[in-house]
């Protein structure tokens, strides 16, 4: 048990439809990652969260994006989804950007149909 | 960050020790070598971390060697909740964005 819990964890949406997946981060985490994992294939880094502000992006579309709260909790928005975005979204806190130590959550299984 | 290979499988015996290698051959002076592991239907969990000594802590100890351009992670007692896949990560220690970037992993099966 890390203390990072994601919500919801199962989710199945339809193409071209919106999702909005969340993650409480562990007490005192201001850094919030989130990684996409599809089946067989190791975690790819979406972005990360740093006070609020987004600090850094991998290599995904605009229609990917995310939010920060004062609390360090995250928001993960997912526009006009393809059938290729099916896949375990992953959210991980560290105490901060200089934190060796990633904490994550048990994602979120996102289908998409 | 550097780019690791890992084998993509291997088996131990429950209880006999696991070793389990990663090579590194572009790893830079500062970057560091971590180890996470991922239980199925679970999120990754971070194992160790090392520059250029081996450390030791209570589930692994993790091996560099001399030249750092390999490493190797021990579970020194398999058990059979130790089946999992295994990432070798070479990044930066800390700043601005380095995220994990991970690879295919070895999937490690303890056998009873």
């Known amino acids: 048990e890390t ?52 600090n850094g992006r991998g ?13 360090y909790s995250s928001e993960l928005n997912v526009n006009a989804l393809e059938l290729d975005d099916s896949a375990l979204y992953l959210c991980a806190s560290r105490a ?12 979120t299984r996102l289908t998409v149909v | 960050d550097a780019k ?35 239980i199925h239907s679970q999120g990754p969990q971070y194992i160790i971390h090392g520059l250029k000594n081996n450390e030791t802590n209570e589930m692994a100890s993790l091996i560099i060697t001399e030249d750092r351009k ?10 059979l909740r130790d089946t999992a896949v295994y990432y070798c990560i070479v990044r930066l220690p800390s700043g601005s964005a380095r995220q994990l970037t991970f690879g295919s992993g070895t999937q490690l099966t303890v056998l009873p």
């Open chain 2, 4 to 38: 690791t290979t890992q084998p993509p499988s291997m088996d131990c015996a429950e209880g006999r020790a696991a070793n389990l290698p990663c090579n590194h051959s572009t790893i830079s002076g500062n970057e560091y070598v971590y180890w996470y592991r991922q």
């Open chain 1, 96 to 107: 901060g950007l200089d934190a060796t130590e990633a904490f994550f959550g048990q994602g």
């Open chain 1, 59 to 71: 290599n995904f579309p605009p229609r990917f994006s995310g939010l920060q709260f004062p609390n």
């Open chain 1, 3 to 54: 203390g990072v819990t994601q919500s919801p964890t199962h989710l199945i949406k339809t193409r071209g439809q919106q999702v909005t997946l969340r993650c409480s981060s562990q007490s005192g985490h201001n850094t919030v990652s989130w990684y996409q994992q599809a089946l067989g294939q190791g975690p790819q880094f979406i972005f990360q969260y740093y006070r609020e502000e987004e």
């Open chain 2, 70 to 79: 390999s490493s190797t992670l021990i579970l020194p007692h398999a058990t």
